[in-house]
């Protein structure tokens, strides 16, 4: 709990002064004011989260945490559950949709095992484990409180050491059969939403199937009773491990002044319980992509977050974070070598 308390306290505001700067650089460049769009918001943010006119973001990993849930077992996923650890190594051999699309941004793939429900060590995975999966939230809790707390400050480390190593964005993604369904019941939960109205397909779920996730959810959420108004609460009756994880990503990142660009639907999820243990953090998220998940617009207005992609895209994994790396590195890109009205002599 002490990291967790110490990371949240460390959270502060981003740099105003420096925003400005970078506003009047982005004003003085050769483009009608604000013509390139959130490539431009992009940059005042980097420059009020790094506190410098100027940024180095080169280095930028995708960390991606694997666990099971006990929900599985109320068939609330088309899929085995084996899925999750025959996939997440190939996160890190670069096969992956996460794994070739990081690739493709130059970044790095760290993943991490925090509840996946095997013996084995997993080739090229750090191990974390909590525990093999969490409990079925339709019968009790997913994990106590201590679990909750455990599975954020995991993800609170793994991110200082990659900053420690000199990371300079990082991106949060997920593996775990069955975790659209404790995602789609914290969405509920902080947003009041009743989950027949918000439940999608996850990784391909029929209309019957759809049908019985939401009422397996709505049962979840009445038996437990989550409390909006203390996330760990939500995160310990309603979550899962890398939920938790990836939460405490969003935390260190803001508290070391990096930022975090989130993924899809289950990051979204992990967003709202990071946002709604310290709202602040939300300064330091970049929403990548506007997941394909019917409750999407729903969480990012939550969140108060605007993707920077609409893609149709489902898979999560870290996918669309790595994508976005590439849209991040544009953005510096045109930053630091558009040319402003003065050097170009085109005085309007
Ligand atoms: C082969 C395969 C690779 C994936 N990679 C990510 N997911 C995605 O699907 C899962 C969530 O969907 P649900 O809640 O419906 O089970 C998560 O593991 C998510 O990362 C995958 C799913 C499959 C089948
Ligand atoms: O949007 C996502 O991230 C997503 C949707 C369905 C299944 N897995 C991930």
């Given at each position: 709990m002490n990291l967790l308390k110490q990371t949240i306290n460390s959270i502060s505001k981003l740099d105003y002064f420096h925003m400005e700067e970078s506003k009047k650089r982005l004003d003085s460049l050769i483009k009608p004011v604000g013509s390139l769009g959130k490539l431009e918001d992009i940059c005042i943010k980097l420059s009020g989260i790094y506190q410098s006119k100027y940024f180095d973001v080169q280095k930028k990993a995708i960390i991606a945490f694997a666990a099971d849930h006990g929900v599985y077992e109320e068939g609330v996923?088309?899929?085995?559950?084996a899925i999750t650890k025959i996939q997440i190594p190939n996160y890190v051999k670069g096969v992956s949709g996460v794994g070739v699309l990081s690739k493709f941004a130059g970044a790095k793939v760290v993943a991490v095992d925090?509840?996946?429900?095997?013996?084995e060590k997993l080739e090229g995975v750090l191990d974390y484990k909590i525990r093999k999966g969490t409990d079925n939230m339709s019968k009790g809790?997913?994990?106590?409180k201590e679990e909750a707390i455990k599975s954020i400050e995991i993800g609170i480390e793994i991110a200082n050491n990659l900053i420690d190593e000199g990371y300079k964005v990082l991106g949060i993604g997920e593996m775990g059969i069955g975790n659209t369904t404790p995602s789609t019941a914290i969405i509920s939960v902080f947003g009041d939403f009743n989950p027949k109205d918000i439940t999608g397909m996850g990784c391909g779920l029929d209309s019957n199937g759809i049908v019985h996730k939401a009422n397996v959810i709505e049962k979840s959420i009445k038996l437990n009773?989550?409390?909006?108004?203390?996330a760990l609460d939500v995160l310990s009756k309603v979550g899962g491990f890398e939920i938790g994880s990836m939460a405490g990503v969003i935390l260190a990142a803001s508290s070391r002044r990096v930022p975090v660009v989130i993924d899809g639907f289950i990051s979204y999820a992990s967003a709202l319980i990071a946002y709604n243990l310290c709202p602040l953090c939300k300064d330091y998220i970049i929403a990548s992509h506007f997941s394909a998940e019917p409750a999407s617009q729903k969480a990012l207005s939550l969140l108060g977050l605007d993707p920077m992609l609409n893609m149709n895209m489902r898979l999560g994994e870290g996918s669309g974070a790595a994508l976005a790396f590439n849209i991040i590195d544009a953005a510096n890109y045109m930053y630091e070598n558009m040319l402003t009205f003065e050097e170009a002599n085109m005085n309007i």
């Open positions: 996923s088309p899929v085995p559950q925090v509840g996946i429900n095997c013996d809790p997913s994990m106590s009773c989550p409390d909006k108004k203390d």
